[in-house]
């Protein structure tokens, strides 16, 4: 159900195309659309509330560990990755960059940034002449990546964006093609690609450890308090293009696709604003969408900003079935096969993802290893996303060609 947010007329007015559809469809009625890469720009708000700095900083693990610049000192950077570099055996914290002044000098104090590496938004291009820095890591709201990882290239440097890559698959493909002109490697941060769980679900589904696959089945929800697009990103359209499939419900998007091995070859779709909701004012509430794969399995896919927690994944075959519960959270994932090899696994600790895809990266742009979530995963996931929106939109099944975009 998509409520009263687009019309055919209101698709043509924007030019009709897939990208432009998965743009328009979360925006107010009448409300001006902005396209991901323009009238958003990067600025710096307060340190959050109830982040740890670090007492020490941490040292360089080996002579050729790769210097990154970290783009955005959000939630996210703050908790989750800057602190994982002191795991990493490859990369350190070379640089940040933020528009907040007080935020970069605690930030930076705390991680022994030197002044000369902090960086303004303003001051972005002068990286390009500092060798303390190999990549930059885009930690941004989503409008904005695409945006801030061409600058990067522009600078001579590699990149590692956040997930998703970009709000549009035309915003992906300038990305790419921007890394190829400067000669650069490009990643995606799927950090589940890195967790011993995740890594071990898809080697157990290419043996078949659940027979012949019969369906996916992918949750991945939260109730979000109250909040309004001018206090959180995540709300505003701008920012975060539809809602909670960009966000949460992307990890399902990637397990039903590196689970089953198959890009599906059709997919319906619906998706829900409830009205007079200043947290959907702008974005969806909630997305579900069902594939169909060329081998006539099918993958059933939720996600949501309003209903209780969960994040699962199920892939259930002719033999049995592989239940990930948690599935792909920072910690606590659990994991279990169901039917003739039942038993639950425990293939590791799921903390070493982060510092796992910062080793990757580094692995790559040092040894020129293949790089495992490159930018055309990025491309496809986003061409999928606006496959699930143009469905949901149309009401209509869409079907699609091998490498994910529509077909006519």
């Not at 902005?34 to 710096?44: D, K, L, M, W, Y």
């Not at 960059?97 to 030197?114: F, I, Q, T």
């Not at 599935?327 to 590791?348: F, H, N, V």
Request: with cysteine; proline share 6%.
């Amino acid at each position: 159900m998509l409520g009263n947010v687009m019309t055919r007329r209101g698709m043509l007015q924007v030019g009709g195309s897939a990208a432009a559809a998965a743009l328009a469809l979360a925006a107010k009625p009448g409300a001006a659309l902005i396209q991901s890469g323009g009238a958003v720009r990067a600025t710096g708000r307060p340190l959050p509330d109830g982040v740890a700095l670090p007492q020490t900083p941490a040292g360089r693990k080996r002579a050729d560990s790769v210097g990154f610049a970290i783009v955005g000192l959000g939630g996210y950077a703050l908790n989750q990755m800057l602190p994982r570099f002191a795991h990493a055996e490859r990369a350190h914290v070379a640089a940040l960059v933020s528009g907040n002044p007080e935020k970069l000098r605690r930030v930076g104090d705390a991680y022994g940034v030197p002044q000369a590496a902090r960086y303004s938004y303003e001051t972005f291009a002068r990286i390009a002449s500092d060798d303390r820095i190999d990549a930059v890591y885009v930690v941004l709201p989503s409008g904005l990546h695409a945006e801030w990882t061409i600058r990067a290239f522009d600078a001579g440097k590699h990149v590692l964006c956040e997930k998703p890559m970009a709000l549009s698959s035309a915003d992906c493909a300038r990305m790419i093609a921007a890394g190829r002109r400067a000669g650069r490697k490009l990643m995606i941060a799927y950090r589940s690609h890195f967790e011993p769980h995740n890594r071990e679900a898809m080697a157990l589904m290419a043996r078949n450890a659940v027979g012949r696959l019969r369906l996916v089945r992918a949750e991945q929800s939260y109730r979000m308090g109250p909040t309004r697009p001018s206090e959180n990103w995540r709300v505003s359209r701008a920012l975060a293009g539809g809602g909670p499939l960009e966000d949460y419900g992307i990890y399902g998007l990637q397990a039903a696709l590196y689970l089953s091995g198959e890009m599906p070859e059709s997919i319906s779709a619906t998706a829900f604003r409830p009205a007079g909701d200043p947290r959907f004012a702008e974005i969806f509430a909630h997305v579900a969408s069902q594939w169909r794969f060329p081998s006539g399995a099918v993958a059933q896919l939720v996600t949501s900003y309003d209903s209780a927690g969960t994040n699962l994944v199920h892939a259930r075959g002719t033999d049995g079935a592989l239940i990930m519960d948690p599935a792909t959270g920072y910690a606590g994932q659990k994991m279990r096969l169901e039917g003739r090899d039942a038993r639950t696994i425990s293939p590791g600790d799921p903390d070493v993802q982060f510092a796992g895809q910062l080793d990757h990266f580094a692995d790559a742009i040092r040894d020129g290893t293949p790089i495992r979530t490159p930018g055309e995963m990025g491309l496809r996931d986003l061409r999928l996303i606006e496959a699930i929106y143009a469905s949901a939109a149309s009401g209509a099944t869409v079907r699609l060609a091998p490498d994910g975009t529509m077909r006519a």
